[in-house]
């Protein structure tokens, strides 16, 4: 049964009720850190541990239930992206994903991909490498920018195949405009490819409205899932036009005939998957997806949006405090980034580790990342925790 109610406020307490029941995490301890490695719900934990006891008694003997545990988790992925489950392929992370597209696709000479200058490194690195292929990558700086999207297409000309964009920025928080960018994207004829990992599980990702191209994420952020398996969507229209570079028995079309010598890769996104998949990977992450899809996106990017806007509001009011992420409507999603100019980021950063609020040091500040279920209570306590730590940090730097 899905939770998804347009009744806002009956929906809000039974949300509660499953995210109470869901997490458990360690009394004391505020969880801000969802952009770097998630928690796992109960079910998640519960579906690893069932897994490794089959796996101790009786070993693959139930074969056939993984395999049908794998078409259950294409499907789930399917209906988070409003993709087909023939279009997505279970790889290792994003950075496989962003690998897969700039070493399959049909570059020519000259051509350049465009993409943020802050970008994580996974998807600016792998551009990067293709310039012994002659293609250039061109970073745009979208610092300040009152519309990026707009900023990102300034920077294309008549040689630009493609667009890699995070759906938030890593460091910053900053939200694009997917929609708009996949439409400015197909009407000058550049493929399109989100780095999905920091908004696919917080914000809903419609790869057909969006115009996407290709998606990969990994699931051990905002999908609540396990490090080391991924989703990765590509536009049927693609598939034949990326080379392939990995190669195995589960990439055929013909997955159960070991005899036979000829081959033709897999009509579907399995193409991209070389070998044995990642059963353990796949009966966490079809757990996590079960949460998410039963709850359904809009209440969760309604609930992460309300957790970024109480700590807006709270932080704000915080003496010293400066926000780096964007509050604008729209331009933010699950991640939330201040900076206390006063005080070094590095000792504020320890001083928080130390009073037990889970977060980052990113963008010259620190990175605070709640989830849907995160309590607004937590919320409160890591801001007064802040508070503190600044005043100790200070107070060590006075005496110094
Ligand atoms: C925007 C972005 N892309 C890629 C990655 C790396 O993902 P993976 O380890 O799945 O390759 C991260 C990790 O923090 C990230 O924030």
């Not at 300040?144 to 990102?152: I, M």
């Not at 500040?365 to 925790?385: C, K, M, N, Q």
């Amino acid at each position: 049964m899905s939770l998804e109610d347009p009744d806002k406020s009956a929906t809000s307490v039974e949300v509660d009720a499953l995210a109470a029941s869901e997490f458990s995490l360690a009394e004391g301890l505020v969880y801000l850190n969802h952009a770097a490695v998630a928690p796992w719900p109960q079910r998640t934990a519960h579906a690893v541990a069932a897994f490794a006891r089959e796996n101790a008694d009786v070993g693959a003997r139930h074969y056939p239930r993984w395999l049908q545990k794998e078409q259950e988790l294409r499907s789930q992925a399917a209906k988070l992206l409003n993709a087909s489950g023939e279009d997505i392929a279970f790889i290792k992370n994003t950075s496989e994903g962003l690998s897969i597209v700039a070493y399959g696709f049909p570059w020519r000479s000259g051509d350049n991909v465009v993409v943020p200058r802050d970008e994580f490194p996974s998807n600016r690195i792998v551009w990067q490498s293709l310039a012994a292929r002659g293609v250039e990558t061109r970073e745009v700086d979208l610092s300040g920018a009152q519309d990026p999207e707009a900023v990102l297409v300034a920077g294309m000309d008549r040689r630009t195949r493609l667009l890699a964009v995070s759906s938030v920025q890593f460091a910053t928080g900053l939200r694009m405009d997917l929609a708009r960018l996949g439409e400015m994207c197909r009407a000058r004829d550049v493929a399109f490819c989100v780095d999905a990992i920091q908004g696919l599980g917080a914000l809903p990702h419609d790869v057909t409205a969006m115009n996407i191209d290709f998606l990969a994420a990994d699931a051990h952020k905002w999908l609540l899932g396990p490090e080391g398996i991924a989703l990765f969507y590509c536009r049927p229209e693609w598939r034949d036009q990326l080379a392939m570079y990995e190669f195995g028995w589960h990439m055929v079309e013909d997955i159960s005939d070991f005899e036979r010598r000829d081959w033709v890769p897999a009509k579907s996104a399995r193409r991209f998957e070389p070998g044995s998949p990642n059963m353990i990977g796949i009966h966490a992450l079809s757990a996590s997806l079960s949460l998410l899809t039963q709850i359904g996106m809009q209440i969760i990017e309604r609930r992460v949006l309300e957790r970024s806007q109480h700590l807006f509001d709270r932080l704000d009011a915080l003496p010293l405090i400066e926000l780096i992420t964007p509050t604008a409507r729209g331009r933010y999603g699950g991640i939330v980034t201040f900076r206390a100019p006063q005080v070094d980021a590095g000792a504020l950063f320890a001083a928080l580790q130390a009073r037990d609020v889970v977060c980052a040091q990113r963008a010259g500040g620190i990175r605070f990342s709640p989830h849907f279920y995160t309590p607004l209570s937590a919320l409160d306590e890591a801001v007064d925790r802040t508070r503190d730590a600044i005043r100790a940090v200070q107070a060590k730097t006075a005496t110094r």
